[in-house]
Structures are given as structure tokens and as C-alpha cells.
């Protein structure tokens, strides 16, 4: 139903994380290299829990490598539309950058239909990556009425 895309992971436990949120909604993962770890890592495992088997999942050299035809949504704290205010569709490639500096603002200054926030009211700046992830892929099936089995 939905496609997430890591750019550039560099923590082990949050991509076993979004590892396992993807599992539980199915939806398939992406990882754009360099990856910050390997994937046999332990604590990229231990976070995946006995999920990670169950991933469908794929790596890939840049966002070029993505299907052309397929829409991407791009996260950044520094995008203007909330997620709240898009209506995310099927298919849609859910883009989120690296821990530690995010997308490349160019992305986001270059893409701001397609560009989204999660408001955050408290005092951060932004949400763990695979809070983020769970967030979004949450929120698009809300809109589109996916309902879960039991």
C-alpha cells in the first residue's frame, strides 16, 4: 500500500524499528546507501525483534533508483504543509533522511507540494526517525480507511 524510504540510516535501532512498523502495516522499506551500520548488525536485529525476516525490503544506491512514475513524499521539520493538510494516496513513497541532518533542504525547497511536517507543539524540534515513520505511515492509512486484520 505504501512504501517507506530511509535516506542515508545511520542508527541501527531506529531502522529495526521502522523495520517492524512496516512489517505490522505491510509495507515494504527502502535503504538508501551509505547505511550507517550493516545489516546483520545485532542491535539492528534486536530491534526488528524476529520481524525483520517477515520485511520486505530492498537497497539502493540514490532516490533515482525509486520508480519513476511513483510520487514521493518528502519529510523535513522545514517543509510548510502538515501532514494533516496532505492527502497521501496509495503507493506513495514516504522519504525520511538521516538522523542526523535529515533531507537536503534543495529536496525540500525544490518539491513543496510533496513536502510535509508532523507538527510537534511541545518543545523538540522533531521526532525520533521511527516515531516519525510510524506517525506518517499511520496517518496515510487513516486517510485512505486501510483497515487492519485482527
Known amino acids: 500500500m505504501f512504501h517507506v524510504v ?4 545511520e542508527i541501527p535501532n531506529n531502522t529495526g524499528n521502522v523495520g517492524r512498523t512496516c512489517v505490522a502495516t505491510e509495507t515494504t522499506l ?10 546483520t548488525d545485532s542491535q539492528l ?17 540514490s532516490l533515482s533508483e525509486l520508480p519513476s512514475e511513483a510520487r514521493r513524499v518528502y519529510f523535513s521539520a522545514h517543509a510548510k504543509k502538515s501532514i494533516y493538510d496532505f492527502q497521501f494516496k496509495e503507493g506513495d513513497h514516504l522519504v525520511f533522511g538521516k538522523e542526523s ?17 508532523i507538527p510537534t507543539p511541545g518543545l523538540v524540534r522533531s521526532l525520533n526517525m521511527a516515531t516519525a515513520v510510524a ?3 499511520y496517518e496515510a492509512f487513516r486517510q485512505i480507511r486501510h483497515t487492519a486484520r485482527s
Open 45 to 61: 536485529k534486536r530491534a526488528g525483534l524476529d520481524y525483520w525476516q517477515h520485511l520486505q525490503w530492498k537497497e539502493l544506491d
Open 135 to 137: 506517525v506518517s505511515v
Open 6 to 9: 530511509l535516506v542515508e540510516p
Open 30 to 39: 527502502t535503504l538508501i546507501r551509505p547505511l550507517g551500520f550493516e545489516i
Open 101 to 117: 541532518k535529515g533531507l537536503s533542504p534543495d529536496l525540500i525547497r525544490d518539491n513543496p507540494e510533496t513536502s510535509v511536517f
